[in-house]
């Protein structure tokens, strides 16, 4: 017993050399949010750069165009391209913005305030995108039941048809999974440590 | 919107009771950055919850809670790879020397020996070495009292078998 009490001993006495202040305490805190929502901006940019260079990387990119003119399509589609670059742009300076605040915020809850908002903002850029790519997929299979001849023939036939909304609705559902998975994944993780703040917060408001 | 309550009083008591914090991260790691690590989840976590703390247990039992479980349940070493492996070692070692007297080398001891020790047990050393009441224990481990007791008999008798061994 004797022993144990040496040991005890010792550990009471135990010092630590870094004694964090109060001013360094909360930079801890602050740190890793802005870790993360520099990570989402970053990722907003590589996301982009992919954008400009898909074209390349898929040769049949252009040609798909032509298809969409077929479809009587063809500015429908330059306009919801357009409109997603810009969509990109404008929340690429959201999250920049995001950034730069949550890296200046001064107090805890301004900065927490910030984070909330940080939080808000990727879930707009993803509903706004994945909402983009379903009309856009809606619509074009729309027309091309009316314009593509093989797809044409089928529609007019009744059971077929509702064969082809079953397949429709499916494919809409997996663009959302699939979308909403690769999202989930690349922005998820830099959100889960925002994700509790923003609980957090709203219970505590409720109170 | 509303302020966060008392943000400043939080800060006031995590700067004062912050050895706790620094007594857990010193059982449950192994190098100086694992520990800044730790320190900051912990941080982040006592945060978050602390709207939640009524004040019906006291701060520091309320931070060994919140830090143990983070320390059991959130934090995850990293994992080494072939090319970390020498630095990590580096840093275990830098991180021991730092005990040169007598009781810091039966620090070092102790360090070597919980090691192996699972994260539970790791719990109890740290609220046995400083001393905690029964009843403290059981809130902190969110066990009942009597069951505290034995866990904490249990434990002594593992430490006190080592250091007759040592």
């Not at chain 1, 969409?68 to 959201?94: D, E, N, P, Q």
């Not at chain 1, 706004?128 to 790519?133: R, S, V």
């Not at chain 2, 810091?104 to 070495?129: H, P």
Request: glycine share 2%; net charge positive; proline share 1%.
């Amino acid at each position: 017993m004797k022993e144990l009490d040496h040991l005890k001993k010792a550990w009471e006495n135990q010092t630590f050399e870094k004694q964090f202040s109060k001013e360094e305490l909360y930079s801890l805190l602050q740190k890793k949010s802005a870790r993360s929502v520099k990570w989402i901006f970053y990722l907003s940019v590589i996301e982009f750069a992919l954008y400009l260079i898909l074209p390349v990387f898929l040769p049949n990119y252009i040609d798909s165009f032509s298809y969409y003119k077929k479809l009587h399509l063809y500015r429908f589609s330059i306009l919801t391209t357009a409109l997603g670059y810009a969509v990109l742009i404008y929340f690429m300076y959201r999250f920049y913005k995001n950034y730069k605040k949550i890296s200046f915020s001064t107090s805890v809850s301004s900065h927490l305030k910030d984070i909330l908002n940080a939080r808000k903002t990727v879930n707009q850029y993803f509903f706004i995108n994945i909402g983009i790519l379903i009309v856009f997929s809606v619509v074009v299979l729309m027309s091309a039941m009316e314009y593509d001849e093989s797809l044409a023939t089928v529609s007019n036939n009744g059971n077929t048809l509702v064969t082809l909304i079953a397949v429709l609705v499916v494919i809409v559902a997996l663009i959302f999974l699939i979308f909403g998975l690769i999202y989930y994944l690349v922005y998820g993780r830099f959100l889960k440590a925002l994700k509790e703040n923003e609980n957090e917060l709203i219970e505590n408001y409720s109170e | 919107m509303p302020e966060i309550k008392s943000e400043d009083d939080f800060f006031a008591l995590l700067e004062k009771h912050q050895n706790i914090l620094h007594k857990i991260c010193r059982i449950y790691t192994q190098t100086e950055e694992e520990h800044q690590d730790l320190f900051q989840e912990i941080s982040i976590q006592l945060w978050q919850s602390y709207h939640r703390f009524k004040g019906k247990s006291k701060f520091t039992t309320w931070m060994y809670r919140v830090g143990i479980n983070t320390a059991i349940t959130l934090f995850r070493k990293q994992k080494r790879s072939i090319d970390t492996l020498s630095i990590n070692e580096n840093q275990v070692v830098r991180y021991q020397e730092e005990y040169d007297d007598e009781k810091d080398q039966q620090l070092e001891w102790l360090f070597k020996q919980i090691n192996d020790f699972s994260k539970i047990d790791k719990a109890l050393v740290l609220l046995y070495l400083d001393n905690k009441k029964y009843d403290e224990i059981a809130e902190t481990l969110g066990i009942s009292p009597g069951n505290a007791r034995v866990k904490m008999n249990r434990i002594k008798q593992k430490l006190s078998k080592m250091l007759k061994t040592k």
